[in-house]
């Protein structure tokens, strides 16, 4: 995973767009074995993308687009660590502007996107209540074993 910016939100903490499987709190708590205070959020100029062969998305940078998540409020550095090694090098954490549904304010936060914008991969929108099931299936599994990246993920994730 590689860094670009900070991401930071008040005194210590950090703020998250997140868009695909951090969207399923059963995932969220899995990682951080809490679920922290969100707020719903839109990304504009970026497209979500489906992976072929994977339960978790991709976004991208793509003007007149945007991407529905939400902001996961007050993350620790520590926590922001497990994100990291959560998305592996396949992600840059990258600041950026999203607005708030609920406020209609913008805020500054940290998001992962694609490393690879030429990914042959990269196809179609990505939904999240098609993956839903997939992801809750692994949420489960990893559950019941200490989280590992390669054990979370299997040989879909290449890890090192």
């Avoid at 991969?121 to 992801?135: G, T």
């Amino acid at each position: 995973m590689s860094v670009k910016l900070n991401c930071v939100g008040g005194g210590e903490t950090h703020n998250v767009f997140v868009y695909g499987s951090l969207l399923a709190d059963e995932v969220v708590h899995t990682l951080l074995k809490r679920v922290p205070p969100t707020a719903p959020a839109i990304l504009h100029d970026y497209h979500r993308f489906k992976i072929k062969g994977r339960v978790y998305p991709a976004i991208l940078p793509v003007q007149n687009n945007k991407v529905n998540g939400r902001v996961l409020l007050g993350i620790s550095g520590v926590e922001l660590d497990i994100l990291d090694e959560f998305e592996d090098v396949e992600y840059t954490r990258t600041d950026v502007e999203v607005s708030l549904k609920d406020k209609s304010e913008k805020l500054q936060v940290c998001a992962y996107v694609w490393s690879n914008p030429n990914d042959p991969n990269l196809n179609a929108e990505w939904d999240f209540e098609v993956s839903n099931h997939a992801i809750f299936l692994i949420s489960i599994f990893s559950s019941q074993n200490q989280y590992n990246s390669q054990m979370f993920w299997g040989q879909k994730r290449n890890i090192k």
